[in-house]
């Protein structure tokens, strides 16, 4: 039962570079969100899909893109990596339906992303 | 304004001491639901508990317990007899408001939890 696998679990880039973090559910969950991770700040909602083509903003959008061709798959691609985008980067998926605020999320592992 | 007070940046405890750990939230939403999540030091977020907001009983689950109170915009957590593996940052999160059409959770920024043995 692997719920939500995030890879890679680290990575270090250079500013400028771009890059993917590949996120992947098996619970049939049609949501699916980005948060990233940094100290003091708690959780912060990048990017969200409530099912396979639909995707939205979150709170910190800016330098990050993401698409959703399948209700699995959820990547997160970072177009020209900046110091300011180093944090640690989890992916969640739950249920999606009229209930939908009421359903906990389940959270991938993390990505730990170093740009120098 | 949405938003999730977790005040308590880190607290530290030898290990049987009861601890609180405390959440005061804001929303406009009559109806929302409130969560708490553990982080222990491998980094992965565990699930604790979903409260509804229409419901304010207080829940017991072994050592761990959950108080809700509306009238204060309170819902805190309560490890009894602590232990080690309660070593962990924990998370409260609120239910983003509908209108936002965002489905989402907003954090509070965490209190981390050193139990020493």
């Known amino acids: 039962n692997a719920g939500v696998t995030q890879t890679p679990k680290f990575q270090v880039l250079k500013t400028g570079q771009s890059m993917t973090l590949q996120c992947a559910q098996d619970m049939n969950h049609e949501y699916m969100s980005w948060y990233r991770q940094d100290p003091g700040m708690g959780l912060r909602l990048i990017h969200y899909?409530?099912?396979?083509?639909?995707?939205d903003q979150g709170e910190v959008p800016n330098g990050y893109n993401v698409s959703r061709s399948t209700t699995e798959d959820f990547p997160l691609r970072l177009l020209s990596a900046a110091p300011s985008q180093t944090s640690v980067y989890f992916c969640a998926s739950s249920y999606s339906d009229k209930g939908w605020r009421s359903e906990k999320l389940f959270f991938g592992s993390g990505t730990q992303l170093s740009v120098l | 304004a949405q938003k999730v007070t977790q005040a308590q940046t880190e607290i530290s405890v030898v290990e049987k001491e009861d601890v609180t750990l405390d959440c005061v939230y804001e929303?406009?939403?009559?109806?929302?639901?409130l969560f708490w999540y553990k982080q222990p030091p491998s980094g992965e977020l565990v699930f604790l508990i979903r409260?509804?907001?229409?419901?304010?009983q207080n829940e017991i689950s072994g050592r761990y317990s959950w108080n809700f109170q509306k009238s204060t915009s309170s819902f805190n957590f309560t490890i009894t007899a602590s232990q080690v593996v309660d070593s962990a940052v924990y998370f409260c999160a609120l239910s983003d408001p509908l209108d936002t059409g965002r489905r989402a959770l907003t954090f509070g920024s965490g209190t981390r939890l050193q139990v020493q043995p």
């Open positions: 929303t406009r939403d009559t109806t929302y639901y």
């Open positions: 409260r509804n907001s229409f419901d304010e």
């Open positions: 899909s409530v099912g396979a083509g639909i995707t």
